[in-house]
């Protein structure tokens, strides 16, 4: 049940930013990183974390950001597609 006056949407954003974050936190945690790189990424989400107290909407957006650079990280975007180089 909403509270008077609020919004159900933001209320929806709350949860996914809420989901979101501990997903996150519990990928970082177990990832095969070296401890500094996985220590950048927490501080990222604890910046997230912070902004989500404030304006869930950006908060929102700083995840989906996060996640696409994340998943990049791991497919291992920096590194060739294959052997030739290309």
């Given at each position: ?5 609020t ?7 709350t ?10 936190f519990?990928a970082?945690?177990?990832?095969d990183?070296?401890?500094d ?9 604890i910046?997230?974390?912070n902004i989500?107290?404030?304006?869930v ?8 950001r ?17 052997e030739t180089?290309?």
């Open positions: 049940m909403n509270n008077p006056g919004n159900p949407r933001d209320d929806t954003i949860q996914q930013v809420s989901d979101t974050l501990r997903s996150a519990a970082i945690a177990t990832a990183i070296a401890p790189e996985k220590g950048r990424w927490q501080q990222r989400l910046a997230v974390t989500a107290k404030r304006d909407s950006r908060a929102h957006e700083q995840l989906v996060f996640n696409d650079e994340w998943n990049t990280r791991l497919r291992g975007k920096d590194e060739p597609e294959d180089g290309r």
